[in-house]
């Protein structure tokens, strides 16, 4: 195993062992010491130099004699050999990495104890342990090299001519130690320099796996947002189904009836809230419209005491004659409780929260700069929440809203709440100024564009839709893999006068259909169900056979998401999980009306 076995023996001083595990390594120094001997002028290799004064080949300067080993026993090995022939090594090389749990002091001193005057570099040690000691352990001998990264072939073959020259140049003691010393500061300054590089190149990768890790930790909890908002829409539409049943009834006492429309509200608000997590989480709207913050503070002020709780006092004010905003309603909600939630830790003995809103119109771009980073000129809605907590140093202010001090303390900054608090804001054209004292407490102004209209929104009307004689009695298939989400629907249209079909997934639904087809009038169909068909390519192979019956769709997630090139319709083939009682029966009848005119 030698570098270059067509060369003569060279002497005793030129020998050189390798210990690494480095299946390629004598070729990788081949080629290395090949292209460090190159022409300069000619780019051809010194192997194949040619004499041009004379036309004859030159000899090129000859390399070492290298061996290669794998372990430390062959290496030892090789070093008894070695001197019985009288060809003994002065220069072993050997990778730190393959100590690694051994006794590497012990396999050192074997070495000097079968040759004496052998030089050692050792390199690569910097996952050793004390690997600064490592030379005092030894006894500091003088031809041990201690080197903390891994060399590179290059350094290798440079370290090799350094170190070989010595022994040639003894006849000089003089020259020999300036052109050894050169030579060697030389080979300390490159290694410096390739130790730096390496650093820098590390700190990076590091920085670039973090940024990955942290990349790959919101992309999961993406991914479990969306299936926990799944769940929860199937749970809020058997609550809401059973509920409008209950209220449809009107029977019981007064306070029953009373629980049952509290109950309602609360589940049309975890409606609201689980559909903009939603909505947020994807990075769009559910329901812009024209919403007057007034209003939307006035619905919520009981519950917004609850969570502050009795020992914090809410003062309530409003500007008269304020425009609407084009907002979500239930997003500008849980905008307001996230900010209620740092309200409340900062707190926590007591203390007053005062809200108030009011109109601003900034005027040009340079009023607009004055004011914060993201305000630009036009009219705005401003909602003010003022406490008088604990306040925040000017580094808390700074750090308020760094997604990358989540993982630490919590007096370094980075709220959560806060967080999605101003991601909702900017989702609706606005932005979050925030001031504060310490030991004074905190101001935030939230600024919102404004709709241009004073007039209230109009609420749609969730009364039902008159059905005619012809649709009291129709067949409806339904579709859906949640067992609670099929039964309350069957009740509710069976409740109605309905005959309804039920299947669990699109190849049980096709069974029924190809059975059932001629008193079918409806299919309403779940998009996404087990067993790999969808609810589109169920309703392609329904339309093929029949296509005047509607199909409706049902889906837990957003309906633009959705990678299909067929429009959906709410209130016409779209009906989005949650949804109450009111909602499909609207829907059916609409359906069912659409259909009796084709």
């Known amino acids: 195993m030698y570098l270059n076995t067509t060369q003569h023996s060279l002497s005793t001083t030129n020998r050189v062992l390798i210990v690494s595990e480095e299946k390629t ?146 006849n000089k003691p003089s020259l020999r130690d300036l052109n050894l010393d050169a030579q060697l500061l030389e080979t300390t300054s490159r290694l410096e320099d390739v130790s730096n590089r390496l650093r820098l190149e590390q700190d990076h990768r590091k920085q670039l796996e973090d940024q990955l890790c942290k990349a790959q930790r919101g992309e999961t909890v993406g991914r479990f947002a969306d299936s926990m908002a799944h769940f929860f829409s199937n749970y809020l539409t058997v609550i809401q189904g059973h509920l409008g049943v209950a209220m449809s009834a009107q029977s019981g006492s007064p ?22 997590f939603v909505a947020f989480n994807r990075r769009e709207y559910l329901h812009p419209q024209p919403t007057h913050l007034g209003d939307v503070i006035a619905s919520q002020a009981a519950l917004f005491q609850k969570v502050l709780g009795e020992h914090i006092a809410i003062q309530i004010s409003h500007k008269p004659d304020l425009p609407a905003v084009m907002a979500d309603p239930a997003c500008l909600e849980q905008t307001i409780f996230s900010l209620l939630l740092h309200t409340r830790d900062t707190m926590p003995a007591g203390g007053r929260l005062m809200i108030h809103t009011r109109q601003m119109h900034i005027a040009d771009a340079s009023a607009a700069r004055q004011m914060h980073a993201e305000a630009r000129p036009g009219d705005f809605v401003v909602m003010v929440l003022s406490d008088t907590g604990k306040g925040m140093t000017a580094a808390e202010l700074a750090n308020l809203f760094d997604a990358s001090k989540l993982s630490r303390d919590e007096d370094s900054g980075g709220n959560f709440s806060l967080i999605l608090a101003q991601g909702m804001v900017r989702l609706h054209g606005g932005w979050i100024n925030v001031t504060s ?37 129709s067949t409806i298939l339904i579709v859906d893999d949640e067992d609670s989400v099929r039964q309350v629907m069957e009740y509710v249209l069976t409740s109605q006068g309905h005959r309804v079909l039920i299947a669990s997934d699109a190849k049980e639904a096709w069974v029924l259909w190809r059975k059932h087809a001629s008193i079918i009038k409806l299919v309403i169909t779940d998009i996404m169900m087990p067993g790999g068909t969808s609810g589109f390519d169920l309703e392609k ?27 959906l319709i709410a209130g016409e083939n779209f009906l989005s999980k949650p949804f109450g009682m009111v909602q499909l029966l609207n829907i059916v009848s609409s359906a069912m009306l659409s259909s009796a005119r084709l």
Not at 123 to 130: F, G, K, R, T
Not at 446 to 465: E, H, M, R
Not at 541 to 564: E, H, Q, R, W
């Open 25 to 170: 390594i004598l070729e990788d120094l081949r080629l290395t010491h090949a292209l460090q001997t190159m022409e300069p002028s000619s780019g051809t290799s010194a192997l194949a130099a040619v004499d041009k004064p004379s036309g004859r080949a030159r000899q090129p300067a000859a390399p070492p004699d290298v061996c290669s080993s794998s372990n430390e026993k062959e290496a030892l090995a090789l070093l008894e050999s070695a001197v019985h022939e009288q060809r003994s090594f002065s220069l072993v090389i050997v990778d730190g990495r393959m100590f690694h749990g051994k006794d590497y002091c012990q396999i050192i001193q074997r070495m000097w104890q079968i040759q004496r005057d052998l030089q050692v570099v050792l390199h690569a040690v910097s996952q050793m342990e004390s690997f600064e000691q490592i030379a005092l352990q030894l006894g500091s001998p003088h031809q041990l090299l201690v080197l903390k990264f891994r060399l590179v072939p290059f350094e290798i073959t440079q370290l090799i001519r350094t170190l070989a020259a010595r022994p040639a140049a003894g």
């Open 255 to 276: 306070s029953d009836c009373l629980s049952l429309d509290e109950l309602f509200v609360a589940t049309k608000h975890a409606t609201d809230i689980t559909s903009q």
């Open 541 to 567: 192979a329904i339309k093929d056979t029949d296509p005047t019956v509607p199909v409706v769709f049902t889906y837990g997630y957003c309906s633009n998401k959705l990678s299909n090139t067929k429009e």
């Open 437 to 473: 004292v310490p030991e004074v407490g905190t101001e935030f102004s939230i600024y919102l564009p404004a709709c241009g209209s004073t007039q209230a929104p109009v609420t749609p009307d969730k009364k039902l839709l008159e059905s005619t004689s012809d649709n009291e009695s």
